[in-house]
Each structure stands twice: as structure tokens, then as C-alpha cells.
């Protein structure tokens, strides 16, 4: 299990990261300790929650990751040896977060929810805080791949987009950082104007400097290669890439139509980021693909993630020890050029059919 450097901090963090959206949702308790306790024994040093989790967000289970991942640092008193990262919310009308009422990347809203990460988690500190997705009013992800999904300018009211500028939400993180409740900062589903923007006011000596990016990746939504990932090499950017397995579509497990009962497909309405127009051909393409090289697909979407010379973590997600096992293994996947060809020929055809 390789380590790599975040950002330009101190810290060094495998090249998997474990992922924690199911834990209180349709993993337990001891289900989320059990993940945890593999993937740790296989190397891992990094886990990456949120306090929207877990997935789908609802009020009577929001804040349950955080606690499943708390108990479990408090029962193995491994703080120390846990590199953790959680993110608070962007703009958003759901109410629960703030005590009945919408929350926004203001000065309250932040430390409200920095306090009750912390709370939950039964930490002092993150070694990572991020925002989850942008204030401004912009596509879910950040990168679009037509002209007419770019944000517009203003909001139906004439209101700026962006609410709250982008310096003022660094300068409450700055607070944060110096007061010792984070060590660094990333964001999350950001744009490069956006990752430009907060480096922009970063150099200008508000706030601290971010050190990564949270965006999806893999086969299907190769959208980051086109602008940020030499916005991220150039700037000493992490990519941590979330949803390598394209919640679930690059497994082979919902190909032909199949919907297994317990999946994520089936439990809820959430897979309309991949089930566009073309997406399921495009989609068994690569499946079929993996196979042709004597690999699972899940395994294969997974080593293609990890051997990206721009992905510093590749955050994985399981609901099964099974699923984490084929996971973690990925990462003994050699990545040859000839797998790397054969992407390469189906995204010429097919582009990104999922961002």
C-alpha cells in the first residue's frame, strides 16, 4: 500500500482511502468497525466522512458516520494513527444540519458544523475539513461537459450567485486552522475556476491554503482530466477521486438491466448520474472489457482509478467485506499500457457519458 504526499502538507496518505457513505444506513455499527479494521490491517492509514452521512441523506440518520467512525477510534485508541477527513456542507435549503434552518459557508453555519464533527467523532482535531460542494450556484460536480450547464451569474432574484464570498468562507476556515480543530483544508466537487479562485485568495494571505479536491473519477466521467488535473499538478492539488466503481455500475452487477435486491440501485432512487442516455452500453463496454483481460470489472474500474499519475487517493466504498477485499486488492493490479490503449480507443468513442 503506497503513500502519497497531500497537497503540500506533511502528510502522507495510501493510495486507497476508505470511503464511509454506507455506515448507518445500510451498513451498522459493526459493520463500518469490521471495514475499518481490514482495511487498517491491509495498510490503510486515511478514512474520508462527511457530516451529510450517511447516503441517502435524511435528518433521523445524519451524523451517524461520523459517530460509527468515532467509536471505533475510541475502542482501538488509535486517534494517532488515523489520517481523517470530514466535509461540511455547501449551500443547501435542508434544515436538519442547522437546527431548522438552511445552511450556507458562513462564519455560524461552519463552526457549528465543525463542532459537532468534532463531537461526533470524539476528536479535537481533522487532519482534513472540506467543503462538500460549492456555495455558487453550479452543476452537481463542477464540470460539465456542455456550454449550457455553466452556472449562471445570478440567482432567479437577481442576487449573486455566490452568496458568500469565497474569502470570507476561507477566512473561517483560517480561524479553524489556527485555533487547532483542522490541520488543512480541501474541497469538494469544485470546478477549476473554483480550485483557481480559493488558491487566488490564499496567496493574497487570507486563510490557509487548500490541499485537495474531492471529484468524482473513473471510467465513465473522465471530466477532470480536461482542466483540473493540470490545474492540480501545476498547483500542488490532491485529487482524492470519489466514486471509482461509479456507485456501483463498473462492478459488472447491474449489467443487462439487473437490479440485485440489497443494492444501491435497488434500496434507492439515486443512480440518475449513471443511468443517462447510452450510459448502460457504454457502461457493459468497459465491463466486457475488464473481462477481456482475466479481471473483475470492479477490480479493473478500481486499479484504473489508483494508476492515474494525477490521483494522489482513490476512495473506495463497500457494503460488504467482500466487495472491500477486491477493493483493497486492486492496488496489486499492474496497470499495463495495453489496458491503458484499450480505455483510451472506447473514451474516443464514447467520451464522458456520465459527469
Request: neutral net charge; hydrophobic residues 40%.
Given at each position: 500500500?503506497?503513500?502519497?504526499?497531500?497537497?503540500?502538507?506533511?502528510?502522507?496518505?495510501?493510495?486507497?482511502?476508505?470511503?464511509?457513505?454506507?455506515?448507518?444506513?445500510?451498513?451498522?455499527?459493526?459493520?463500518?468497525?469490521?471495514?475499518?479494521?481490514?482495511?487498517?490491517?491491509?495498510?490503510?492509514?486515511?478514512?474520508?466522512?462527511?457530516?451529510?452521512?450517511?447516503?441517502?441523506?435524511?435528518?433521523?440518520?445524519?451524523?451517524?458516520?461520523?459517530?460509527?467512525?468515532?467509536?471505533?477510534?475510541?475502542?482501538?485508541?488509535?486517534?494517532?494513527?488515523v489520517i481523517l477527513a470530514s466535509k461540511v456542507v455547501g449551500r443547501t435549503a435542508n434544515k436538519w444540519f442547522r437546527g431548522d434552518r438552511p445552511s450556507q459557508l458562513v462564519r455560524a453555519?461552519?463552526?457549528?458544523?465543525?463542532?459537532?464533527?468534532?463531537?461526533?467523532?470524539?476528536?479535537?482535531?481533522?487532519?482534513?475539513?472540506?467543503?462538500?460542494?460549492?456555495?455558487?450556484?453550479?452543476?452537481?460536480?463542477?464540470?460539465?461537459?456542455?456550454?449550457?450547464?455553466?452556472?449562471?451569474?445570478?440567482?432567479?432574484?437577481?442576487?449573486?450567485?455566490?452568496?458568500?464570498?469565497?474569502?470570507?468562507?476561507?477566512?473561517?476556515?483560517?480561524?479553524?486552522?489556527?485555533?487547532?480543530?483542522?490541520?488543512?483544508?480541501?474541497?469538494?466537487?469544485?470546478?477549476?475556476?473554483?480550485?483557481?479562485?480559493?488558491?487566488?485568495?490564499?496567496?493574497?494571505?487570507?486563510?490557509?491554503?487548500?490541499?485537495?479536491?474531492?471529484?468524482?473519477?473513473?471510467?465513465?466521467?473522465?471530466?477532470?482530466?480536461?482542466?483540473?488535473?493540470?490545474?492540480?499538478?501545476?498547483?500542488?492539488?490532491?485529487?482524492?477521486?470519489?466514486?471509482?466503481?461509479?456507485?456501483?455500475?463498473?462492478?459488472?452487477?447491474?449489467?443487462?438491466?439487473?437490479?440485485?435486491?440489497?443494492?444501491?440501485?435497488?434500496?434507492?432512487?439515486?443512480?440518475?448520474?449513471?443511468?443517462?442516455?447510452?450510459?448502460?452500453?457504454?457502461?457493459?463496454?468497459?465491463?466486457?472489457?475488464?473481462?477481456?483481460?482475466?479481471?473483475?470489472?470492479?477490480?479493473?474500474?478500481?486499479?484504473?482509478?489508483?494508476?492515474?499519475?494525477?490521483?494522489?487517493?482513490?476512495?473506495?466504498?463497500?457494503?460488504?467485506?467482500?466487495?472491500?477485499?477486491?477493493?483493497?486488492?486492486?492496488?496489486?493490479?499492474?496497470?499495463?499500457?495495453?489496458?491503458?490503449?484499450?480505455?483510451?480507443?472506447?473514451?474516443?468513442?464514447?467520451?464522458?457519458?456520465?459527469?
Amino acid at each position: 500500500m503506497h503513500k502519497r504526499r497531500l497537497g503540500r502538507t506533511d502528510l502522507l496518505v495510501t493510495q486507497i482511502c476508505l470511503g464511509s457513505m454506507t455506515w448507518g444506513q445500510q451498513n451498522t455499527e459493526a459493520e463500518g468497525h469490521a471495514q475499518m479494521d481490514l482495511a487498517f490491517s491491509r495498510g490503510v492509514n486515511f478514512i474520508d466522512t462527511a457530516e451529510l452521512y450517511p447516503i441517502p441523506p435524511k435528518a433521523e440518520t445524519q451524523g451517524r458516520t461520523e459517530k460509527i467512525i468515532g467509536s471505533w477510534m475510541k475502542a482501538k485508541g488509535n486517534r494517532d494513527k488515523v489520517i481523517l477527513a470530514s466535509k461540511v456542507v455547501g449551500r443547501t435549503a435542508n434544515k436538519w444540519f442547522r437546527g431548522d434552518r438552511p445552511s450556507q459557508l458562513v462564519r455560524a453555519d461552519i463552526l457549528d458544523a465543525i463542532d459537532k464533527s468534532l463531537a461526533k467523532l470524539g476528536t479535537d482535531y481533522l487532519d482534513l475539513y472540506q467543503i462538500h460542494w460549492p456555495e455558487r450556484d453550479i452543476p452537481w460536480g463542477a464540470n460539465p461537459t456542455r456550454v449550457g450547464a455553466v452556472a449562471r451569474r445570478a440567482d432567479a432574484d437577481g442576487a449573486p450567485a455566490n452568496k458568500t464570498p469565497i474569502a470570507e468562507t476561507l477566512g473561517v476556515f483560517d480561524e479553524l486552522v489556527k485555533v487547532g480543530k483542522i490541520r488543512h483544508i480541501g474541497l469538494s466537487n469544485e470546478s477549476s475556476w473554483g480550485v483557481m479562485r480559493y488558491l487566488s485568495e490564499a496567496d493574497k494571505g487570507i486563510g490557509p491554503r487548500v490541499d485537495s479536491i474531492q471529484n468524482a473519477y473513473n471510467l465513465v466521467n473522465r471530466t477532470f482530466e480536461v482542466n483540473l488535473a493540470e490545474v492540480c499538478e501545476r498547483e500542488d492539488v490532491s485529487l482524492l477521486a470519489y466514486s471509482p466503481l461509479a456507485q456501483g455500475y463498473l462492478t459488472g452487477k447491474y449489467d443487462h438491466g439487473a437490479r440485485p435486491q440489497g443494492s444501491r440501485s435497488q434500496l434507492f432512487n439515486r443512480g440518475q448520474r449513471y443511468e443517462t442516455p447510452n450510459a448502460a452500453a457504454v457502461l457493459l463496454e468497459y465491463n466486457e472489457l475488464a473481462r477481456s483481460f482475466g479481471l473483475e470489472p470492479a477490480l479493473f474500474a478500481n486499479a484504473y482509478v489508483s494508476s492515474r499519475p494525477f490521483v494522489t487517493s482513490n476512495i473506495i466504498g463497500a457494503t460488504t467485506l467482500s466487495q472491500l477485499e477486491m477493493a483493497l486488492s486492486s492496488v496489486d493490479v499492474v496497470w499495463t499500457e495495453e489496458m491503458q490503449k484499450a480505455v483510451d480507443a472506447v473514451h474516443q468513442r464514447v467520451g464522458n457519458p456520465c459527469p
